[in-house]
């Protein structure tokens, strides 16, 4: 099977997955799936639940070995790759929001992926974590308890996590899940913005309108890849209905893209 290109405007692939297997035991999720990630891309994955999309990206992080085939990031294989290369943020629904830690710490965490071993903050890593904490809003509750804060707060306090090695590569499982509309579209917007930084970014999302909207490359999902290319041209009732298998309903709206799950239901008199 040929890779395929995921952009046509950029030529270094920071991800590269040739003929890859992925299973749990004897349960394979996808088979012989390659793909190319062309460094500075901004691409979303979208598919039905247990369509493999958490799998592909742990696969891609080198936390579930491929059962076959080659994992690449910057041409190095996934586990030569030099700690803090990627940065990540898992789905927050499997985090336990109890654990007793603060957000300046939650930050923190993110230094030891680098191989970093002492526990307290140098003054220079403060002002690090100070600086990203600003820029992504929740300086002000640095101190807090991660319990004590929003959604849209530890959204953005675990991405600070993710951001605080300077990574070339972010993935992110689902980070505009559990957040309201607005946050939704902030958090897009801040991924825009470092992706026009240099960041290669690649997430995980079940909400297509937010990928119509924001991302300028979409992957359709389902055990292997279904489509992929810009939203305007993936998004059509063909694509759609083979990656989610239902009736989904596509309207054109002043050049947007407005994406609703069923046919609108009509009201009865
Ligand atoms: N640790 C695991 N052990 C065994 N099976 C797993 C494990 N993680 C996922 N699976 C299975 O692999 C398949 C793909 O799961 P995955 O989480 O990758 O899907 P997904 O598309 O990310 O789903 P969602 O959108 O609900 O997060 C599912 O059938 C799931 O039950």
Not at 148 to 169: E, M, T, V
Request: with cysteine; charged share 15%.
């Amino acid at each position: 099977m040929q890779a395929i290109s995921l952009s046509d405007s950029f030529s270094t692939p920071a991800v590269r997955l040739s003929s890859v297997t992925a299973r749990y035991e004897q349960n394979e999720v996808f088979g012989n799936l390659s793909l190319e990630i062309a460094a500075g891309q901004f691409a979303g994955i979208v598919g039905p639940t247990a369509s493999g999309k958490s799998t592909l990206l742990k696969i891609i992080l080198g936390i579930h070995s491929a059962s076959a085939g080659q994992v690449e990031l910057y041409n190095h294989p996934v586990n030569k790759v030099r700690p803090g290369t990627i940065g990540y943020v898992p789905q927050l629904g499997s985090v336990d929001w109890n654990f007793p830690v603060t957000v300046e710490e939650v930050i923190s965490m993110g230094l030891y992926t680098n191989g970093r071993i002492w526990p307290w903050l140098s003054k220079q890593e403060r002002a690090c974590i100070q600086d990203l904490a600003c820029r992504l809003g929740v300086n002000d509750c640095l101190q807090h308890h991660i319990s004590d804060i929003s959604g849209g707060q530890r959204q953005r306090a675990f991405l600070a996590r993710a951001l605080i090695n300077n990574p070339k590569l972010l993935i992110l499982d689902e980070p505009t899940s559990g957040v309201d509309i607005k946050t939704q579209h902030e958090v897009l917007h801040l991924l825009g913005d470092f992706n026009k930084e240099g960041i290669t970014i690649l997430l995980t999302t079940h909400d297509l309108n937010a990928v119509a909207s924001h991302l300028p490359w979409v992957i359709c999902f389902n055990r292997g890849i279904i489509a992929q290319g810009r939203p305007h041209t993936i998004f059509t009732n063909e694509i759609l209905t083979k990656t989610y298998g239902g009736d989904i309903v596509i309207v054109k709206y002043e050049g947007h893209l407005l994406i609703a799950n069923s046919t609108p239901l009509k009201f009865i008199d």
